[in-house]
């Protein structure tokens, strides 16, 4: 759970994040709205952040990691920090209108705190994510489109090995971020 104040605090060093790195505008922004802001990063409290402001919370989790790693790597492996930074901000924004609050207090009980809407589109979160930012106007390469395109498929054989290093970091960004949001969450 998190606060109202940490809430704020996050959406602010998310859209100031993203602006500074081509990864905003005022058209995205608008359209993402408080479903966005507000939204949650999964389903199930086993799961990661399935808390009010748990998506903008994860968004900001998997780019302080991929930058880390990026940083590790040696300097002729290393991506553009904008590049990754874009990425990693925008891989799961099509999650903002995915949820909606559980309404059964038996499964609240077991820990489901959201249900997935019906009338949500039926596309990959990556796909989504991406058709959304380019909708809007964000610019992307070819390795920064495949990374959001493909981040979620795991099963891909195509995906999973003609990926760039730039789609790398942000799956492995991402897995290390959900480990730490369930350790974290599971205390």
Known sequence: MLSTDKIVKNT????????????????????????????????????????????????????????????????????????????????????FDMYKPCESDWHIKQGKMYDFKNETTSMRVGEKSLYLAMQYGIKFTNDEAAAIRNYDKLEDKMATYHNSMLGELLKTANIFAIKNEQKNTNK
Do not use: W
Not at 60 to 74: D, E, Q, S
């Open 12 to 95: 602010t060093k998310y859209f100031e994040t993203a602006t500074a790195n081509d990864s905003m505008n005022e058209q995205l922004m608008e359209f993402l709205g408080n479903d966005f802001i507000q939204a949650p990063a999964s389903t199930h409290k086993n799961l990661n952040n399935a808390f009010e402001g748990g998506l903008v919370f994860h968004l900001l989790t998997v780019t302080k990691y991929a930058v880390i790693f990026n940083k590790a790597l040696p300097e002729e492996d290393q991506v553009p920090p904008q590049s990754l930074i874009k990425v990693c901000l925008l891989h799961q924004i099509g999650k």
